[in-house]
């Protein structure tokens, strides 16, 4: 995997969020706050192995679950089936 460069400009206040972190000791770059941060938006994990497009697709399976709990139009079930169910429908097994 190439690394690309991109550069944002960032309003006052994010930008001494990040400096805040990095002066923390926490990061060792303003650098890597952002891609920590992106990667807790996105919901990817540096130790999973889910990309961008297993993350749309795992939001594709569950978005339609959680509308209907919200609107009560459907049974709850056991977590473990829940999650295998869904399991299966994204990544087939």
């Known amino acids: 995997m190439g690394v690309s460069r ?3 400009s960032l309003p006052e206040e994010l930008e001494n969020m990040v400096k805040e972190r990095v002066d923390s000791g926490l ?4 650098s890597e706050v952002v891609r920590a941060a ?11 192995d ?14 339609p679950r959680l509308e ?6 459907t049974v709850t079930h056991d ?3 829940a999650c295998e ?5 994204v990544f087939g097994g």
């Open 68 to 73: 209907a709990l919200r609107n009560g139009k």
């Open 38 to 48: 992106l990667r807790k938006f996105f919901h990817i994990s540096e130790e999973s």
């Open 50 to 63: 889910i990309g961008p497009e297993e993350a749309a697709r795992i939001r594709e399976v569950v978005e």
């Open 79 to 81: 977590f473990d089936e």
């Open 85 to 89: 169910e869904i399991n299966k429908e």
């Open 6 to 8: 991109m550069h944002v």
């Open 27 to 30: 990061y060792g770059s303003a």
